[in-house]
């Protein structure tokens, strides 16, 4: 996740055997100083930190040429949402409540025996969208989401999102989420899912952001201390009224 939208987010399997994880971040004490220096950029300099969603565009990524692509999720957290369960013979009392790690913790790709990347073997009807910039004949990927539809369940499901971290905070994860939702709709899928961990707290807000629920959890789908490392699965879901699944 994802995407996330951190090379964020980490974002994966929400069901199915695979067992992966989906993961759709100064002023110096010169303070003065540095004013002064950010006064003299020009023009033209300010007006590229300044651009939005509107000055990119969204394209497909044809699996033919960008199969493979890796995909480099990191991102630093502060906070995890702790799973506290309650069981009695009647009754299961889950709460999910935010606390703090006592360090920053970061998580990288190079920790994953299951590496990110677009078009896996295992999304065989996958589709992805991004953003890619080119220099000199080379294309590269700045952003991308790739979808992949549950059939049995009438579902679209988001495998992959992410943002590159220079294109954080310009509405590039609202746009990509936005062409799921779309590609959904087109489709008459009656959801929207997607995973992501307890402690990518900052991805969790942003999947809340765009309308997507907790639609539950899985304690042991990294590993068996999913709980104690405080990263369990994740899993969200955003819905359109009046599509039906198959048991509806």
């Known amino acids: 996740m994802c995407p996330g939208m951190n090379g964020d987010c980490r974002f994966k399997p929400v069901s199915g055997h695979e067992g992966g994880r989906n993961r759709i971040m100064i002023v110096s004490r010169d303070g003065e100083k540095e004013r002064t220096r950010q006064k003299r950029i020009s023009g033209k300099n300010t007006a590229k930190e300044e651009k939005t969603m509107n000055d990119y565009k969204i394209i ?10 890796p995909i480099l999720m990191k991102y630093t957290t502060e906070e995890y949402y702790d799973l506290e369960m309650q069981e009695s013979a009647d009754s299961f009392e889950v709460k ?33 969208f991004g953003i ?24 679209l499901m988001v495998t992959e999102l992410w943002v590159a971290d220079e294109l954080h905070r310009r509405g590039i994860g609202t746009a990509l989420m936005n062409v799921a ?10 959801a929207v899912i997607l995973e992501t961990q307890s402690c990518n707290v900052r ?17 042991c789908c990294y590993t068996n201390r999913d709980i104690a490392r405080h ?4 899993n969200f879901g955003f819905f359109f009224d009046g599509i039906q699944g198959r048991f509806q």
């Open 132 to 155: 890619v910039s080119e220099k000199n004949g080379e294309k590269e990927m700045m952003a991308c989401i790739e979808i992949c539809p549950e059939e049995w369940s009438n579902r």
């Open 203 to 219: 991805a969790i807000a942003f999947y809340r952001s765009q309308g997507f629920k907790l639609i539950g959890y899985d304690t």
């Open 96 to 128: 999910m409540v935010k606390k703090r790690f006592d360090t920053p913790v970061t998580h990288t790709p190079q920790e994953y025996d299951f590496p990110d990347s677009l078009y896996q073997d295992h999304w065989e009807k996958a589709e992805a």
């Open 181 to 190: 939702k779309e590609q959904a709709k087109l489709q008459k899928r009656r």
């Open 60 to 69: 497909p990524l044809p699996k033919a040429e960008w199969k493979g692509t």
């Open 231 to 234: 990263e369990i699965r994740f």
